[in-house]
């Protein structure tokens, strides 16, 4: 009879653990790899036993989660130089990367509102250190006093981008090309106002191309925006969040129509993970953790992975300029 009673309790305890959890017990995902860019790491993703691989997320508010649960969410698992108490989409990295069975030590340095520039002149005693991995995130509109103008973002972009590769001259320097706003396109006033919304995106990962061009430390472009508009265009977003959002939508943008919800701060971190690991995002499957932290439908946390693994796969056919 005991061992009757002890067998039911095992199976019941299996059954109330997260088919995630178990399948990250056993071994991590053994999905194909995304297609990796012209310039993707030397060394290739980091993956099973080994030393931590340390990365720096160098940003702002779109960094740090704002205006979203991602700001604080699991902030113990990170180092936020600033002493911010942040968890951000550097936090999500963290996450992923732990149940793919990857070893990252995962800090960031992100300030609401600067751009590239800031951190260079005034963050630069905090970050100036030899780091395996950067993620380097500019200002929305790339230049505050001159929205859209990749002057700024170009050299500043550079500027950094030589000082990490002289700390460590295989370090994996990434840029990241971020979303349209569509407070400054469905509001007058701005470059891109009464433009499509996937005009701004497009524009940024522009900028981003020409800054890649011209500092060969930088290895690749993060196309979230992209990602963005692809996610409008498959239907899965709503384009715009001023009429309201479309039954069986979800909203990309948090309640200002400028930052990122969580589904938009997700799709970000599922873009760093999978262009910085290699590994194929839908590997983290329906019952990654995070997406289930954060409240997100089964078939929605899905529909962010293949996305994101969408994106990018097209990276690889796209010549470097």
């Known amino acids: 009879m005991t061992a009757r009673v002890l067998m039911i309790a095992l199976a019941l305890a299996l059954a109330a653990t997260p ?20 310039a993707g790491p030397a060394t290739g993703p980091a993956l099973g036993p080994g030393p931590a691989r340390s990365i720096l997320f160098v940003g702002n508010s779109f960094t ?3 205006l979203s649960p991602v700001r604080r ?7 936020d130089l600033n002493k911010n108490g942040i968890g951000g989409v550097p936090a999500l990295f ?14 960031l340095e992100a300030v609401s509102g600067m751009g590239l520039d800031y951190h260079f002149t005034q963050k630069r005693p905090l970050i100036d250190k030899a780091w395996d991995v950067v993620i380097l995130q500019d200002f929305s509109t790339l230049d505050r006093a001159k929205p859209g ?9 550079a500027q950094l981008a030589k000082m990490f ?36 995106a497009i524009d940024l990962r522009r900028a981003a191309d020409q800054a890649r061009a011209g500092a060969p430390q930088i290895r690749g472009v ?33 309640y200002d129509q400028y930052h990122a919800s969580a589904y938009g701060y997700y799709l970000e971190a599922l873009l ?34 293949r996305l994101a693994y969408e994106q990018l796969a097209s990276e690889a056919a796209r010549p470097r300029r």
């Open 165 to 200: 590769a002289a700390r460590n001259s295989g370090a994996d320097i990434e840029l990241s090309a971020t979303w349209s706003r569509a407070d400054l396109t469905y509001k007058p006033g701005s470059p891109w106002s009464g433009q499509t919304i996937d005009r701004m």
């Open 222 to 254: 993060i196309p979230i925006g992209e990602a963005w508009n692809r996610a409008i265009t498959a239907g899965l977003a709503d384009p715009n969040p001023y009429d309201g959002t479309s039954f069986g939508q979800i909203d990309l943008w948090t």
């Open 272 to 305: 760093i993970f999978g262009r910085v690991t290699g590994l194929d995002p839908r590997s983290l499957g329906v019952g990654e953790l995070a997406a289930d932290d954060l409240g997100l439908a089964p078939g929605v946390t899905l529909a962010l992975q």
């Open 19 to 38: 088919a995630a959890a178990q399948k990250t017990a056993a071994s991590p995902p053994a999905a194909p790899p995304v297609a990796p860019s012209t």
């Open 73 to 79: 969410y699991r902030a113990d698992t990170v180092t």
């Open 149 to 157: 103008d990749p002057g700024l973002h170009r050299r500043y972009a």
């Open 94 to 107: 963290k996450r992923f990367t732990d149940q793919a069975g990857l070893s990252y030590v995962v800090s």
């Open 64 to 66: 740090f989660g704002a």
